[in-house]
């Protein structure tokens, strides 16, 4: 099975298969499917030397997982990099600031990833277009936009219009817990089973809408869930918290994708 994620770009991005899998590291690699049985990898946000790990809390349901500046370093993209060998590697870069966006993207593509996840905040879809013009102008690489969940249509239209060469639909919902203070809880993402039904919903939505090829993700925890994404129009779809929780469930969902 052959999939091409960016037919309008120059170069292209080509899968051999529709799973990829989020937040990937060298270290997590071995622990899932072979290399064989994925499509891509996408690697964490690189941070500064400041960086931290981000903290994960289980709940009923799923988990929330801390949010924070990249806890990937440099030297821990390249690792990934090296171990994934043929398996494309796509960088993450925030769209939150064009210009720190444009500089993220720029180091990214320097160290030979074979994409960009562009992850979009919520709230101003003129904003997302012009940012995504922006980096596709300082980049060779295929640039994909990573629209928020409640804003998926909005946002999908205008990182058409910007030049998105595919769209991962969506972002992760976002919440807040306490993780240390019960009277000041911090901003997580919130991942899980029972949030598949509304990533279907706004899936569905962009895929009939906008002409542009989509990933899908968000609450895939089995092979029923990530063919569902697939029956409404996603040419591929990513694990997220599944591959943290349980590495042995990505290669039964690889095999029965």
């Known amino acids: 099975m052959s999939i091409e994620l960016a037919p309008r770009h120059k170069v292209g991005l080509t899968l051999q298969h529709p799973l990829l899998v989020a937040n990937a590291t060298a270290e997590l690699l071995p622990l899932l499917a072979g290399p064989q049985a994925l499509g891509a990898l996408i690697a964490p946000e690189v941070g500064s030397r400041a960086r931290k790990p981000l903290r994960m809390v289980r709940r009923p349901g799923g988990l929330a997982r801390e949010v924070g500046r990249g806890a990937l370093s440099l030297s821990g993209l390249r690792a990934l990099v090296r171990a994934a060998g043929d398996l494309p590697v796509l960088g993450r870069a925030l769209g939150a600031d064009p210009t720190a966006a444009v500089r993220a993207a720029e180091r990214l593509a320097e160290e030979g990833v074979q994409g960009v996840v562009l992850d979009l905040p919520p709230g101003n879809p003129v904003a997302a277009e012009d940012t995504v013009a922006r980096v596709l102008a300082a980049v060779d690489v295929p640039l994909i936009a990573q629209v928020p969940l409640l804003e998926a ?45 509304l990533y279907l919903l706004a899936v569905r939505e962009v895929a009939r809408r906008v002409p542009l090829p989509v ?3 968000g609450g895939i925890y089995t092979p029923a869930d990530a063919r569902a994404f697939l029956a409404q129009g996603a040419m591929a779809v990513a694990v997220d918290s599944l591959a943290f929780v349980d590495p042995a469930a990505v290669a039964h969902i690889a095999s029965e994708t």
Do not use: T
């Open 153 to 197: 249509l909005p946002f999908a239209e205008a990182c058409y219009q910007g030049g998105a060469d595919a769209l991962l639909v969506a972002g992760p919902a976002h919440g807040l817990v306490a993780l240390d203070d019960p009277h000041s809880p911090l901003p997580v993402e919130v991942h899980g089973p029972l949030l598949h039904p």
């Open 215 to 217: 990933i899908a993700r």
